[in-house]
């Protein structure tokens, strides 16, 4: 079992900036993936951005110069940092821990950009 507690959601204004932290606590493999995804109002879970335990990261068009995800591996920590943020990245935001034979998922935490 894995468990993972995102936080960092927030209201923020067009331009600003969040950082959201998810930790993982757990049967944690070695050889893993943690991944940020968005739930926008009204639409599917959407990849946002992915980094694997081998050090391979990749962002979706739309987070790509904005966001950048990093980790702390001591800490089991994934972190999503959002700058320049638009109203359209606006959604619920989940944490994923995937391995080959593990998918676990967190409760989200909400992003709202507006002014």
Known sequence: QVQLVESGGGLVQPGGSLRLSCAASGSIFSTHVMSWYRRAPGKERDLVASSSSGGYINYADSAKGRFTISRDNANNTVYLQMN???PED???YYC????ISDDYWGQGTQVTVSS
Do not use: M
Request: aromatic share 20%; hydrophobic share 30%; charged share 10%.
């Open 84 to 86: 320049s943020l638009k």
């Open 90 to 92: 606006t959604g619920v």
């Open 96 to 99: 994923n821990y995937w391995t």
